[in-house]
Nanobody
Framework: QVQLVESGGGSVQAGGSLRLSCAASGYTYSSYYSMGWFRQAPGEEREGVAAIESDGNTIYADSVKGRFTISKDNANDTLYLQMNSLKPEDSAMYYC????????????????????WGQGTQVTVSS
């Protein structure tokens, strides 16, 4: 049973930073597979924010490039999202996702490429 548990969300003022974590369990050799972060604001579609493939290649949505950094601690099966220079429009529920494939190619930010999801952690950025 694969479980993904996010943490690190909270409330912050614009310009601030947060680091989200996603602990994976029951997911053998998580370093072998692609993982990603998605977010969903009320009334909006769930959108891909960042992804990392098994070889460490990273992919970012244009809206977060240069501000967010995705990384993985393979030894501890933990995925991170460092978020800097936060804006009010970054406010959303953030979800961790895991794939059963090593590479996601041009579809790394497409939600249907992922097989497992966490419950989410809320990020609120005030102006």
């Amino acid at each position: 049973q694969v479980q993904l548990v996010e943490s690190g969300g909270g409330s912050v003022q614009a310009g601030g930073s947060l680091r989200l974590s996603c602990a994976a369990s029951g997911y053998t050799y998580s370093s072998y597979y692609s993982m990603g972060w998605f977010r969903q604001a009320p009334g909006e579609e769930r959108e891909g924010v960042a992804a990392i493939e098994s070889d460490g290649n990273t992919i970012y949505a244009d809206s977060v490039k240069g501000r967010f950094t995705i990384s993985k601690d393979n030894a501890n099966d933990t995925l991170y999202l460092q978020m800097n220079s936060l804006k009010p429009e970054d406010s959303a529920m953030y979800y961790c996702a895991a794939s059963v494939y090593r590479y996601c190619g041009g579809r790394c930010l497409v939600r249907y490429e992922y097989n497992y999801w966490g419950q989410g952690t809320q990020v609120t950025v005030s102006s």
